[in-house]
Every structure is written in structure tokens, then in C-alpha cells.
């Protein structure tokens, strides 16, 4: 059974910092791409980062660029997202998926805010 679990969301100030996790069973981690996502009250879910494989190429939402980065531990199953110089408009309940499985996780919150 395929299951993604997320975790190391919570309150924090503008400009500060969360690192996010993302816990992968019931299938062949290091075979897949890994994407996290985010969904903000009343808006539509989005992409947030993106890394591959093998290579570990990443890429990244405009809006997040430079303060975001995304890594992944094969050997824990695990893929995870540094967020920096948070901003409100970052609060969101963020999800990470294979792109290639219809599986989600339950999701963490995070809420910028002072």
C-alpha cells in the first residue's frame, strides 16, 4: 500500500524557517520523482518543487525560487523541502506526491504570521 506521510509543518514568523518531510511506503522510492505541492485557503493546489530520481534535478515555482530547496534521502524513503525567508503568502497545507502514483498524503500545515 502506497503511503506518503508529511510532517514539520507549524507557526512561524515571516522570515523564518520550516523544513518540511516527507516519509514514502509501499513502493520503490528511489524509482520515482517526488513533487511537493502546496494548497492555500480558497485557492487552487500548486506546485511548489519538483526533484528527479536519479539525478536529482530540481526546479521550482517562480514564487519560491531562491528560498525553497528540495532533497531527498533515498536511503530513508524520505523527501524533504527547506523553506527560508517565509512570507504570509506561503501559508498553505503543503502535500508531497509522485508525480507518477495517485496518492497523496494528509498533508502539513504551515501558516506564516506574526
Known amino acids: 500500500q502506497v503511503q506518503l506521510v508529511e510532517s514539520g509543518g507549524g507557526l512561524v514568523q515571516p522570515g523564518g524557517s520550516l523544513r518540511l518531510s516527507c516519509k514514502a511506503s509501499g513502493f520503490t522510492f528511489s524509482n520515482y520523482a517526488m513533487t511537493w505541492y502546496r494548497q492555500a485557503p480558497g485557492k487552487e493546489r500548486e506546485l511548489v518543487a519538483h526533484i528527479t530520481n536519479v539525478v536529482r534535478s530540481t526546479n521550482y515555482a517562480d514564487s519560491v525560487k531562491g528560498r525553497f530547496t528540495i532533497s531527498r534521502d533515498n536511503a530513508k524513503n524520505t523527501v524533504y523541502l527547506q523553506m527560508n525567508s517565509l512570507k504570509p503568502e506561503d501559508t498553505a497545507v503543503y502535500y508531497c506526491?509522485?508525480?507518477?502514483?495517485?496518492?497523496w498524503g494528509q498533508g502539513t500545515q504551515v501558516t506564516v504570521s506574526s
Open positions: 506526491k509522485a508525480p507518477l502514483l495517485d496518492v
